[in-house]
């Protein structure tokens, strides 16, 4: 496991400051909330492709062992446990960690939350491993990377989401989001946005291969939807090799 910390202490107390909101739908993290349909439908598609679960079943990952890399108070972990997973999740940010912990107990699921570096994890693999906006907030995007490789097990998936930077991604999410409070103000630094091919860059000097890139777009009618469209924020699914 790389070892090299990648946490930003002013990002991690950002985000920690909102801990007690996150589970709000209408609070600070209400933008997340939105995003999550669209993300969940990415990971269940992508999760039934690699992984070989049937379409039909309620719980596609059962018997497989998932982690959330800065996964916030568990606004992801939640729904894989419901999956059929065994999470793990890690953040940051101790008190979001608390905030998860708290939410997990409340709805009788059992997950492993952790604070920290991923080296937290002491060497364990996982499955399935996302990092889902994430890797714009951390000091090292390639030892970040470099950590989530090595989290990943033989034949796993890794899943990241992070928005592109390009200037319909400043404008939504800096000038509109932040400047009418729609997300919290300090929440996005334009300049440490990835590009597609610069992550896929990072993903291969890891040992990764991208095999699926897809955006996500804003409709006024429907919300976060899943897109061709990478302009504003996106995904790439990685296996190793």
């Given at each position: ?34 995003l999550n349909p669209a993300r969940l439908g990415y990971i269940r ?40 997973a065994i999470v793990t999740g890690i953040d940051a940010a101790a ?5 998860a912990r708290s939410h997990a107990t409340g709805q009788g699921l ?132």
């Open positions: 496991m790389n070892a090299t910390a990648t946490i930003d202490p002013r990002e991690a107390a950002h985000f920690g400051a909102l801990a007690a909101d996150w589970w709000d739908p209408k609070g600070s993290s209400a933008m997340l909330h939105k598609e992508r999760v039934n492709g690699h992984l070989g679960s049937d379409p039909a079943t309620l719980k596609p990952l059962a018997g497989r062992t998932a982690l959330d890399v800065g996964c916030g108070a568990g606004l992801l972990c939640e729904p894989l446990a419901r999956l059929g008190e979001n960690i608390a905030a059992a997950i492993d939350y952790r604070a920290g570096e991923l080296d937290q994890l002491g060497g364990a693999t996982f499955d399935l491993v996302i990092s889902m906006e994430v890797i714009e907030h951390v000091t090292d995007p390639a030892a970040f990377v470099a950590g989530l490789a090595a989290a990943l097990a033989p034949g796993g998936l890794l899943i990241v989401s992070t928005p592109n930077r390009t200037a319909l991604s400043r404008l939504a999410l800096i000038t509109i989001g932040e400047g009418t409070g729609r997300v919290p103000k300090g929440t996005h630094d334009w300049s440490k946005f990835l590009r597609p091919d610069e992550l896929a860059a990072l993903l291969g000097e890891a040992g990764l291969t991208v095999i699926d890139r897809r955006g996500l777009s804003l409709d006024p009618r429907k919300g976060f939807v899943l897109s061709d469209d990478l302009k504003l924020d996106y995904f790439l699914t990685a296996v190793r090799g």
